[in-house]
């Protein structure tokens, strides 16, 4: 049984438009809010919390209802591509509001281009393991993972290119160039990939031994020692999340209050821990099926864990630092190809867009509260506290993961045993 990587590469274009916005938005955002409109720390932290609010509970909701869909293009591709052209209408809104300082528009413009992003995150992420089997999804996952990583590589060119020097820099350059890359993706995705088809032929010759027995049962309830192992790598979700998506927020702030740097310079770094997750991915998909995901993301927390404490002792900006941040990029690598099929790999196959929704559910908990805490952190102890709060609650990812025992892939038995010789998929 082998991946199909030329197609997973193109459902992977859903991911590279998503993660596209999302780099540009962790990074330019902050500075609109704080030097165009001048807010401080803490507000600045709660509006970027938006965005998962929203996303907890919209996000399972229309994973859920992405799963009950059927139309003649599938169950995902309509809110992909509906999503897609709301967002890219609606966020060309705000370098305008930027320019002509407008608070008033720029909120409620953001607002609903977040409404519109996570209108189809779930339903662009369950696409993979509606046409992935499950002891594939880690490679799979990679891939995706991977094609997000292009994504925000894309966004952070843009920043450090076309973000000029100055107190009052424009962004348009870099929204139009988010923009263009996401309609991009999206219309080679829908022209390249025939979901209906390719999932029901996806699913017919790998049958789920889980799934209900008529396509409108309920599922049967996970095991007591399933859902505790789900309980806990969804506590180990909204922790390593609350590390990490604080560095990512208050990186670029940080860079500047403690390193001194101006213009995009900040997104240097960000590239260097992009660009070595970028190398990492596939190679780590590998690692994980031989010596299993829950290891393998446990390698990859202790990776961050040693270089948030590392990044702590550099006072100011030292190109070292790029070798710490280039381990970041494989830590988060590790754990990001991992988790998500770890999470689904414990759902039956009539409710993917449903585990895929709890997934972000956590994850997005966590970045609501942690933009907050750190932020609070940042405006009133100081900006040194960013890298001991990861440091943190990585620890603590540590521990609840170390108390998952489930959710590590298993063989797909194939009708006839003949067919188990066959490699090609």
Same mark, same amino acid.
């Given at each position: 049984?082998?991946?199909?990587?030329?197609?997973?590469?193109?459902?992977? $274009?859903?991911?590279?438009?998503? #993660?596209?916005?999302?780099?540009?938005?962790?990074?330019?955002?902050?500075?609109?809010?704080?030097?165009?409109?001048?807010?401080?720390?803490?507000?600045?932290?709660?509006?970027?919390?938006?965005?998962?609010?929203?996303?907890?509970?919209? $996000?399972?909701?229309?994973?859920?209802?992405?799963?009950?869909?059927?139309?003649?293009?599938?169950?995902?591709?309509?809110?992909?591509?509906?999503?897609?052209?709301?967002?890219?209408?609606?966020?060309?809104?705000?370098?305008?509001?930027?320019?002509?300082?407008?608070?008033?528009?720029?909120?409620?413009? $953001?607002? $609903?281009?977040?409404?519109?992003?996570?209108?189809?995150?779930?339903?662009?992420?369950?696409?993979?393991?509606?046409?992935?089997?499950?002891?594939?999804? #880690?490679?799979?996952?990679?891939?995706?993972?991977?094609?997000?990583?292009?994504?925000?590589?894309?966004?952070?060119?843009?920043?450090?290119?076309?973000?000029?020097?100055?107190?009052?820099?424009?962004?348009?350059?870099?929204?139009?160039?988010?923009?263009?890359?996401?309609?991009?993706?999206?219309?080679?995705?829908?022209?390249?990939?025939?979901?209906?088809?390719?999932?029901?032929?996806?699913?017919?010759?790998?049958?789920?031994?889980?799934?209900?027995?008529?396509?409108?049962?309920?599922?049967?309830?996970?095991?007591?020692?399933?859902?505790?192992?789900?309980?806990?790598?969804?506590?180990?979700?909204?922790?390593?999340?609350?590390?990490?998506?604080?560095?990512?927020?208050?990186?670029?702030?940080?860079?500047?209050?403690?390193?001194?740097?101006?213009?995009?310079?900040?997104?240097?770094?960000?590239?260097?821990?992009?660009?070595?997750?970028?190398?990492?991915?596939?190679?780590?998909?590998?690692?994980?099926?031989?010596?299993?995901?829950?290891?393998?993301?446990?390698?990859?927390?202790?990776?961050?864990?040693?270089?948030?404490?590392?990044?702590?002792?550099?006072?100011?900006?030292?190109?070292?630092?790029?070798?710490?941040?280039?381990?970041?990029?494989?830590?988060?690598?590790?754990?990001?190809?991992?988790?998500?099929?770890?999470?689904?790999?414990?759902?039956?196959?009539?409710?993917?867009?449903?585990?895929?929704?709890?997934?972000?559910?956590?994850?997005?908990?966590?970045?609501?509260?942690?933009?907050?805490?750190?932020?609070?952190?940042?405006?009133?102890?100081?900006?040194?506290?960013?890298?001991?709060?990861?440091?943190?609650?990585?620890?603590?990812?540590?521990?609840?993961?170390?108390?998952?025992?489930?959710?590590?892939?298993?063989?797909?038995?194939?009708? #006839?045993?003949?067919?188990?010789?066959?490699?090609?998929?």
């Amino acid at each position: 049984m082998k991946l199909n990587y030329k197609r997973t590469f193109f459902v992977g $274009l859903a991911f590279l438009s998503i #993660s596209a916005f999302w780099q540009m938005y962790d990074s330019i955002v902050p500075l609109i809010l704080q030097n165009t409109f001048h807010l401080n720390e803490s507000l600045i932290g709660s509006i970027m919390a938006v965005d998962n609010v929203l996303a907890v509970f919209l $996000l399972p909701v229309i994973g859920t209802l992405s799963d009950k869909v059927d139309t003649p293009i599938g169950k995902r591709m309509p809110f992909i591509l509906g999503g897609t052209a709301a967002a890219v209408c609606l966020m060309m809104l705000l370098p305008y509001a930027d320019a002509t300082r407008q608070l008033g528009l720029f909120v409620p413009a $953001l607002g $609903l281009t977040l409404i519109a992003m996570a209108s189809y995150r779930s339903p662009a992420v369950a696409l993979m393991p509606d046409l992935t089997p499950k002891p594939l999804r #880690s490679k799979g996952n990679a891939v995706i993972n991977l094609m997000g990583a292009v994504g925000s590589v894309y966004s952070l060119l843009l920043i450090r290119f076309l973000v000029p020097e100055g107190d009052d820099p424009s962004y348009l350059a870099v929204f139009l160039g988010v923009a263009g890359i996401m309609v991009l993706a999206v219309v080679v995705l829908f022209l390249t990939i025939r979901e209906k088809p390719l999932a029901a032929r996806i699913a017919a010759q790998y049958p789920d031994e889980d799934a209900p027995a008529a396509p409108d049962a309920p599922a049967a309830p996970l095991a007591p020692e399933v859902m505790r192992s789900l309980r806990f790598i969804l506590a180990s979700i909204f922790l390593w999340f609350t590390a990490y998506n604080a560095v990512t927020t208050a990186f670029s702030r940080y860079a500047v209050t403690v390193w001194k740097m101006e213009g995009g310079g900040f997104a240097s770094c960000l590239m260097v821990a992009t660009v070595a997750a970028i190398l990492s991915y596939i190679p780590i998909g590998n690692i994980a099926s031989r010596i299993g995901r829950k290891k393998t993301i446990m390698l990859g927390l202790c990776a961050m864990f040693i270089s948030y404490t590392a990044v702590l002792f550099y006072p100011t900006y030292n190109v070292t630092a790029n070798f710490f941040f280039a381990l970041i990029g494989m830590g988060w690598a590790a754990v990001g190809v991992n988790s998500l099929p770890m999470v689904v790999e414990m759902s039956r196959g009539s409710e993917v867009g449903k585990y895929t929704g709890l997934y972000y559910t956590f994850s997005m908990s966590a970045q609501i509260i942690t933009p907050i805490l750190s932020g609070f952190l940042l405006q009133y102890v100081s900006y040194s506290a960013l890298f001991p709060y990861a440091m943190f609650f990585t620890a603590c990812a540590l521990f609840t993961m170390s108390r998952v025992r489930h959710g590590d892939s298993r063989p797909v038995q194939k009708p #006839s045993a003949l067919e188990n010789f066959d490699t090609d998929d």
